[in-house]
Structures are given as structure tokens and as C-alpha cells.
């Protein structure tokens, strides 16, 4: 099993990036989807959280409607579009995938994410 996360990159404030997800050895339709940040010196946060089998979706606070999220099955591949971007925006940004299972929060520790992409870099300059 892996997830690839791919679309980093320098982007200047207001701009914006599409990450990628793209999952190999599972079906990504079948797992809860997760979008999670860590910035240098700061805990990794919560940006999106997708259950499996609803589809409830939880956002971090911080994006303020700023992101969305869309996915495509042939391709088994997620994606989160993030605009609007600004410095405080800057991190390693990470997909993950879990169980079939509920919650309800964005949280790292809280869900039992067992896959792990290697992390995408986005930098946002001022």
C-alpha cells in the first residue's frame, strides 16, 4: 500500500495549489481520506477529514472555505485544491487513509489513520 502526495511547491501569497493523493494497494473510495499540516516547530494539524462511509467531511478551522476537496475514482486519487493561500499556510502537507469507521473531528491522534503519504512541501511567500 502506499499514498503518493504530490503538488507542492513555492506559490506567493493569494495564490494557490492543487495537492495530489494518489493511492496504490487500496481503494481510496473505500477509506476515510485525511489532509493533515505541520509547519516547522509546530504539531501536525487537521486540514480535511472524510469519512467512508457518508461522506461527512471536517474541515480545520483555519481554512475558511479557502480549500476544496474532490476526488477521482478511475485514477484513485485525491485532491485538495487550497487557495487564497497566505504564509501562515506554509508546511509539509500529508494524506492519509484510514478505516471505514466514524468521528468527528480532523485529528491526527483522535482516528487510527493507518496509511501515510511522504508529505508534499508547500511554501507561501509574503
Known amino acids: 500500500v502506499q499514498l503518493q502526495a504530490s503538488g507542492g511547491g513555492l506559490v506567493q501569497a493569494g495564490g494557490f495549489l492543487r495537492l495530489s493523493c494518489a493511492a496504490s494497494?487500496?481503494?481510496?473510495?473505500?477509506?476515510?481520506i485525511g489532509w493533515f499540516r505541520q509547519a516547522p516547530g509546530k504539531e501536525r494539524e487537521g486540514i480535511l477529514c472524510?469519512?467512508?462511509?457518508?461522506?461527512?467531511?471536517y474541515w480545520g478551522e483555519f481554512v475558511k472555505a479557502r480549500f476544496t476537496t474532490s476526488r477521482d475514482n478511475a485514477k484513485n486519487t485525491v485532491y485538495l485544491q487550497m487557495n487564497s493561500l497566505n504564509p501562515e499556510d506554509t508546511a509539509v502537507h500529508y494524506c492519509?487513509?484510514?478505516?471505514?469507521?466514524?468521528?468527528?473531528?480532523?485529528?491526527?491522534?483522535?482516528?487510527?489513520?493507518?496509511?501515510w503519504g511522504q508529505g508534499t512541501l508547500v511554501t507561501v511567500s509574503s
Open positions: 492519509a487513509a484510514g478505516p471505514d469507521l466514524k468521528f468527528d473531528r480532523c485529528s491526527d491522534s483522535y482516528f487510527p489513520w493507518a496509511y
Open positions: 494497494g487500496l481503494t481510496l473510495d473505500d477509506f476515510a
Open positions: 472524510i469519512r467512508s462511509s457518508d461522506g461527512i467531511t
